[in-house]
């Protein structure tokens, strides 16, 4: 089984983050790879990676990175798959990494989750690849619906709750 989404982490420190993502992508049966690659202390081993992925079955790329967060911007710069960048709050409470992965140059993208936000980056990942799989299309819509489920049983348990002024 081929990997279809590749998340790339600056540092191992980051699993916790990205965790989130390869969870998601359990549940979607979506098949994925997971590594740590450095733009500024691997940079060959980023660029062999970035100009392979494709050729390797890659579809989407989600790069984590925090302080500089080069990473995403320099795998989308060599290869011509989407790229989600995740920043990751290590200094500056992960502002310093929002603001170097979402300020891409003109015709070189980074599509750009919240900070420390892995589950969000593995959600567009799967809305990228529902497009052309109809299967993990109605996966993601059930899991879309059940967020619908769970507010609404949130909602009918707070309707339980009891205050002197509550009026609903």
Do not use: C, W
């Not at 890659?58 to 011509?80: F, N, Q, R, S, Y």
């Not at 995740?86 to 170097?100: K, R």
């Not at 819509?141 to 707070?158: P, T």
């Amino acid at each position: 089984m081929k990997p279809s989404v590749s998340i790339i982490m600056g540092s191992t420190s980051d699993l916790p983050i990205l965790s989130k993502a390869a969870d998601f992508f359990e549940s979607m049966e979506v098949p994925f790879e997971m590594n740590a690659l450095s733009a500024h202390r691997t940079p060959a081993e980023v660029e062999d990676f970035a100009r392979n992925a494709e050729s390797r079955g890659i579809k989407v790329i989600i790069a984590a990175a925090g302080m500089a967060a080069a990473l995403p911007g320099v795998i989308a710069a060599l290869t011509p798959l989407p790229v989600i960048g995740l920043p990751i709050a290590s200094t500056l409470q992960g502002q310093d990494a929002l603001y170097s992965i979402v300020m891409m140059p003109p015709g070189i993208s980074v599509a750009t989750v919240g900070i420390n936000a892995g589950l969000n980056a593995a959600v567009m990942a799967v809305q990228i690849l529902a497009l052309s799989d109809p299967e993990l299309a109605a996966r993601f819509a059930s899991y879309r619906s059940s967020l619908k489920d769970k507010i609404v049983a949130a909602n009918a348990e707070l309707s339980k709750i009891e205050y002197k002024f509550k009026t609903n």
